[in-house]
């Protein structure tokens, strides 16, 4: 349970870090990718179902979060170690 806390707090502070950050002159560091890098941030997942932030970079980053946030329980659940005596 005390894991679940801390990963949950991990996701509130990057949120938060996420929130300030976004629409200042600091975005313009993150927005120089590749071709390919560009060609992801582009899609219609990033543009018009999942844009929460104006920059589709940290919409990415909210994105793995997630998806860390969701996979977590199983990965606890499944992988659990036997309580020692």
Not at 54 to 76: C, E, S
């Amino acid at each position: 349970m005390k894991n679940w806390l801390i990963n949950i707090g991990y996701f509130l502070v990057l949120n938060l870090i996420l929130l300030i950050v976004d629409g200042t002159p600091l975005v313009d560091n993150f927005t120089k990718f590749s071709n390919f890098g560009n060609v992801v941030l582009q899609t219609g997942i990033f543009t018009k179902w999942f844009n929460f932030y104006d920059t589709p970079f940290f919409n990415v980053v909210l994105l793995f979060a997630l998806v860390h946030i969701i996979t977590f329980p199983f990965y606890q659940i499944l992988f659990k170690k036997p309580a020692s005596k």
